[in-house]
Every structure is written in C-alpha cells, then in structure tokens.
T-cell receptor
C-alpha cells in the first residue's frame, strides 16, 4: 500500500513556463513533507520542504503548496529551466520522538524543453 | 564540506553470492540511513542508525541483509546470499540528528551517490 503517490511518471514543459508536480498521501499522521531532486547517477538532493502547520513555502523559483484536507501537495517551478530536468521525489514524515523516517513516492521525471 | 561517500559505485554479482557496500557519512552526522531504490520506485528505508545503535530495521530482510555501524561513523551493508530481486541502487544518507530540532524546520537528509547492484 503506497502511502505517498506521485501519479504522473513524467512531465514535459517548455523552458520559461511553469512546472507543476503533484503528490498525494494517505497517512494522516504525516506532518512534514519534502521534495527531493535526483539527477542520473547521483543521489537525491533536498529541494524544499513544508510543515503541516503551513500551506505554502517558497524558495526562489520553487514553491510548495499543501492542502491537508485533500491530502495533496504540489511543487511549482517558475520559470522552468533546462537544468531543472531531473526526477523529483515527494517524501513525507510522520515524525515521532527520535525518528525522522521518510516515505518516498515513485518520482516524476521532469523534462524542460529549451 | 565533503558529502556522503559510498563505494563501490557499481557491482555485478551472480545470485547466491555475497556483496558488501560501504558508506561514510558527513562528518558529525549522528544519524545514518540505508535505502533500497528499485528501478521505477522511490527509495525505501532499510535501516536507520543513531550513532552506533539501530533505531529501526523493521524493513530490513534480516535473513539475508545485515548492516553495522560499529564506531558510530562508517557503515557497511551486506547481502548474503543475493537474489535476483536485490538488483537495485543502495543509497546511504545521513543527517545531524534524528529528532525535530525545531518545530517546522527540516532535519535534512543528505544522500550519497548510491551503489548500483546487478544480480545475474
């Protein structure tokens, strides 16, 4: 049973336009959400995160939106650049004392076309 | 600051053979994680260490997988004997602490480049 779902395996966007990557979760105990970016042959790198006490977090071209009632979050990249082409993983944490375990989605491969 | 180091980067073995992976986390990071990432899937946590103690190994197939972090720094993950379904990328990650240092703040996990294992 997948607790974090990224239903779009791939997404293609023109350079300069907005990229929107979506993520849904089923576990109501999740209270922290992260996006990781992964290039081929490299490990995932942290991009941006959001706590369940917020509904939006912004960092430069990247904004994450959280809709707790819908158990849905999205990552917006504006404007998209060719260097953004990578696989993006949504991850969630239920916290708890002494633990910070992440549950990952399957990833969405973003291709930004010049 | 040096990142998480892993070796080897690639390994090809036949089923029923043994294999070991090594990880050196970022200096000062108390928490170390091993993940398995099968092609087309997201990383799945196998085991989490806090210093040299195991925090969670509930998803580690203990009949064939073992891991240790004897001095609270480097870690090794071993598979013995390997099966075809063990073909995956094995990722090591580390973080400064396993708890939430500040409410609403991220305790970021830093990942190494991974070891790609192919079992034939």
């Amino acid at each position: 049973d997948q607790q974090v779902k990224q239903n779009s395996p791939s997404l293609s966007v023109q350079e300069g336009r907005i990229s929107i990557l979506n993520c849904d979760y089923t576990n109501s105990m999740f209270d922290y959400f992260l996006w990781y970016k992964k290039y081929p042959a490299e490990g995932p790198t942290f991009l941006i995160s959001i706590s369940s006490i917020k509904d939006k977090n912004e960092d430069g071209r990247f904004t994450v939106f959280l809709n707790k009632s819908a158990k849905h979050l999205s990552l917006h990249i504006v404007p998209s650049q060719p260097g953004d082409s990578a696989v993006y993983f949504c991850a969630a944490s239920a916290g708890g004392a002494g633990s910070y375990q992440l549950t990952f989605g399957k990833g969405t491969k973003l291709s930004v076309i010049p | 600051e040096a990142g998480v180091a892993q070796s080897p980067r690639y390994k090809i073995i036949e089923k029923r053979q043994s294999v070991a992976f090594w990880c050196n986390p970022i200096s000062g990071h108390a928490t170390l994680y091993w993940y398995q990432q099968i092609l087309g899937q997201g990383p799945k946590l196998l085991i989490q260490f806090q210093n040299n103690g195991v925090v969670d190994d509930s998803q580690l197939p203990k009949d064939r997988f073992s891991a240790e972090r004897l001095k609270g720094v480097d870690s090794t993950l071993k598979i013995q004997p390997a099966k075809l379904e063990d073909s995956a990328v094995y990722l090591c990650a580390s973080s400064q602490t396993s708890g939430r240092a500040i409410v609403g703040k991220s305790v970021e996990q830093f990942f190494g480049p991974g070891t790609r294992l192919t079992v034939l």
